[in-house]
């Protein structure tokens, strides 16, 4: 569409959008182009006129019912799913959409079935700074948990005293790889195809861990030193994770993810509950929980 417009060197554009929309003078919903070494701005009234394509309505009705994976979609199967795949279609031009139809297998990976564009759920997902080659033909990866990932990296960050971590259900690395800038990390993981990626997302983000191969339940007792460890698998019985619990002593702090009841809580005998956060709901009456203990003399 032909509209007035402003016509500024590229140097001076970042500071002349500021001021243009602070005084309210641009004309939303067109897009802002270059033209050679110059800006052009559409804003109210000016003599110079200029074609300029308006921009594709992009806010999604449906925020929370996908996630995005590095350049691809995933939609959970539930009814009505193909309306979500439409507006993703429509407003997101995504590479590839799959559709999630549970996890399988011992290793809790994704059964997924491509239903839209090309090509396999692979690809480098970018998550609070760093990046990570994701496959999730072979290991469980969800983008859901990044806020959490967050807090735990965060909280293991500002305790004192801890010179190593230990995660024990490290994945493709989004908790250790983080920590490892600033402590020694050892990352455990029952999957090869997990650890293998762990190895590349340390070398991709310039760090190191210590990647152990093997089953974190039979191994725990093995890190019974540790003072600051990480348990983020939520879906694991309950009674292992008791068990695991119970090899480490007085004063290990424990950051874990409990998949629960809304209205029941797991009891952790002998650990004292320092923070209880919801991570999302999981159903109408269960949602995904984040646990920091301290275990207690």
């Known amino acids: ?28 919903g067109y897009r802002i182009r270059r033209e050679g070494k110059f800006v052009l701005i559409p ?19 449906h925020v929370g019912s996908f996630e995005r994976v590095s350049d691809f979609f995933i939609i959970k199967e539930r009814e009505g799913w193909e309306e979500i795949l439409s507006e993703i279609k429509e407003k997101q031009n995504p590479r590839a959409v799959f559709l999630d139809r549970g996890v399988k297998g011992s290793f809790r990976i994704r059964n997924l079935e491509l239903v839209y564009g090309s090509g396999d759920p692979v690809g480098i997902h970018r998550e609070n ?17 990044a806020s959490i990932r967050k807090v735990i990296v965060e909280n293991v960050l500002a305790s004192d005293g801890a010179s190593t971590v230990v995660d024990l259900y490290a ?22 195809h997990a650890v293998s990626l762990m190895r590349e997302n340390a070398r991709i983000n310039r760090t190191f861990l210590d990647i152990v191969l093997g089953n974190s339940s039979e191994l725990a007792s093995c890190f019974s030193w540790a003072k600051q460890v990480i348990m983020n698998n939520p879906t694991q ?3 292992e994770t008791r068990k695991i619990l119970k090899n480490f002593s007085t004063g290990t702090t424990v950051h874990m993810t409990v998949l629960q009841d ?4 797991p009891q952790f005998e002998g650990w004292k509950i320092e923070d209880r956060k919801v991570i999302h709901g999981y159903s109408p009456s269960s949602s995904l929980f984040y646990y920091r203990l301290i275990a207690s003399p």
């Not at 970042?14 to 602070?22: A, P, T």
């Not at 989004?174 to 090869?192: F, G, L």
């Open 262 to 265: 809304n209205d029941k809580g």
């Open 1 to 28: 569409m032909r509209l007035p417009c402003a016509k500024v060197p590229e140097k001076m554009a970042q500071d002349e959008i500021s001021r243009l929309r602070k005084s309210g003078s641009i004309i939303q």
């Open 43 to 61: 804003v109210r009234e000016s003599p110079l006129m200029e074609e300029f394509e308006e921009v594709r309505e992009r806010r999604m009705k």
């Open 237 to 239: 019985p309950p009674d």
């Open 129 to 145: 700074g760093f990046r990570y080659f994701v496959d999730l033909r072979n290991v469980y990866f969800s983008p859901r948990l």
């Open 171 to 192: 994945g493709v690395g989004p908790i250790a790889i983080p920590i490892s800038r600033k402590r020694r990390v050892v990352a455990v993981d029952i999957n090869p």
